[in-house]
């Protein structure tokens, strides 16, 4: 007998009808004899459709108030699906996250997981019933209703799954698994029967949203095995763990494991501020104060004028309202003399262990966007990916380009192993 966590995301649980099959998923593991936590997002869309209600009042919402209403969202997939077990016959019971108690900070919108009390789950499963808890919140200090971030009920799931040590942590999906790039974006895309966390990390960090990357995070540093399936099927999926299970040979086969986009990003150009020191630390320091994650910086000397230069960088798209505001803010303090806003942008990436030792990678693919005449706006690198912001136009050409230049494509990867 094992423990096994069960994760079904928003299109898994998308309608009462599918909210059956995946009742019936989780009561056939449990009469097979296993104890079964099961983590539920909400219908898909409807987290969507909450914050853009929390909009009609404003531009910046409440925070407070924005997590106290998307957390319902989840909360009427929990009960539904206790319910679809008990008409099948099988005890289940629903928690919210302030039930369990997985307890957050007070980062409103994307709080971080500081505990989890296993007390009230193992009270559940310890009686023969299916565990149903809520995902993407949790309860701060002061008891406010918090949430994870979008895609937070991965993190739910896993966090879960390594508090209660459960054996495997399985996330149920609209896919069968981990892609060599979005199968939505390239048919070309090849399932990746086994990955290392350090590659689902940086896929995920760079746009792969099949996980979140605090999932990875968290199964990484806990060790939970994650096996990424699909709800609809029951394909072999793939299975995240650690460097170590791979054998040599499965390393220096793979020089790249996948292709990420991510077009959730806007890029911000303060142009004509002084260029002298601390000019940076103050504009980056105010983003900092306010909350607001930066992710690609440049900068460069402005053609303008002497002394003067532009300050270039991307933050999520959800972010912007709140940079724009910090920058109108700092930027007369560092001199600035205009702010250029672009949301139409993408990153995209390559990742993969193997370009710890192959040279040339990023060169290889700055030519192959070359070669479709995609122009690079931004860079950024790390010691297993390249990224490169461009006109989000681009996206899907600049994705299967390199999907093809690296030899991802499923019908070459036949033909080199034939
Ligand atoms: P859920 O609602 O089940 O959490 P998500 O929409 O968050 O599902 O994540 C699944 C989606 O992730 C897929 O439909 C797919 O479009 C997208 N995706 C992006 N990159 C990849 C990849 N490399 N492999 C698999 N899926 C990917
Ligand atoms: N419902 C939340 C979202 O749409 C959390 C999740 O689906 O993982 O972001
Ligand atoms: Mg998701």
Do not use: W
């Not at 206790?82 to 980062?107: F, P």
């Amino acid at each position: 007998m094992s423990l096994v966590v069960m994760k079904f995301g928003g299109t898994s649980v998308g309608n009462v009808e599918r909210i059956r099959n995946v009742a019936q998923r989780c009561a056939r593991v449990r009469r097979e004899g296993h104890d079964v936590v099961v983590i539920v997002s909400a219908m898909a869309g409807e987290t969507n459709r909450l914050l853009a209600r929390a909009h009609e009042f404003g531009e910046i919402p409440d925070p407070r108030e924005m997590d106290a209403l998307a957390a319902t969202g989840e909360q009427v997939t929990a009960a539904l699906t206790a319910l679809a077990l008990q008409q099948q016959g099988v005890a289940a019971r629903s928690l919210l996250g302030h039930q369990v108690r997985i307890l957050t900070d007070d980062a409103f919108t994307k709080a971080r997981i500081r505990a989890i009390d296993d007390t009230r789950i193992t009270e559940v499963t310890r009686q023969g019933a299916v565990c149903v808890v809520a995902g993407f919140q949790g309860v701060d200090d002061a008891g406010n209703i918090t949430t994870l971030g979008r895609g937070g009920s991965d993190t739910s799931a896993v966090a879960i799954a390594a508090a209660i040590d459960a054996d495997v942590c399985e996330i149920y999906t609209d896919v069968d698994g981990v892609y060599t790039t979005d199968p939505n974006v390239s048919p070309a895309a090849r399932k990746i029967p086994r990955i290392t966390y350090e590659e689902m990390l940086e896929l995920a960090s760079l746009g792969a949203k099949v996980l979140q990357i605090r999932s990875v995070e968290i199964a990484m540093k806990y060790g939970v095995p994650i096996h990424v399936r699909s709800s609809f099927s029951d394909a072999e999926g793939t299975i995240v763990t650690s460097e170590d299970k791979f054998s040599r040979a499965d390393m220096e086969a793979m020089t790249i494991a996948g292709v990420a986009y991510d077009k959730n990003e806007a890029k911000l150009t303060l142009t004509g501020v002084e260029d002298m020191p601390g000019v940076v630390a103050k504009v980056f320091g105010a983003l900092a104060e306010k909350h607001v994650s930066v992710d690609m910086i440049i900068q460069n000397v402005a053609t303008g004028g002497a002394g003067l230069t532009d300050v270039t960088f991307t933050v999520t798209k959800a972010d912007l309202a709140r940079a724009k505001a910090v920058i109108n803010d700092v930027g007369p303090k560092v001199g600035m003399k205009g702010l250029l806003v672009d949301d139409q942008v993408v990153k995209v990436s390559i990742v993969g262990l193997g370009m710890r030792s192959h040279a040339g990678i990023a060169a290889k693919m700055f030519q192959l966007l070359a070669a479709e005449g995609i122009n690079i706006q931004a860079i950024s690198t790390s010691e297993i990916k390249v990224s490169c912001l461009m006109a989000a136009k681009y996206t899907e050409l600049a994705v299967r380009a390199l999907h093809t230049g690296f030899g991802l494509d499923a019908a070459t990867v036949k033909e080199e192993s034939a």
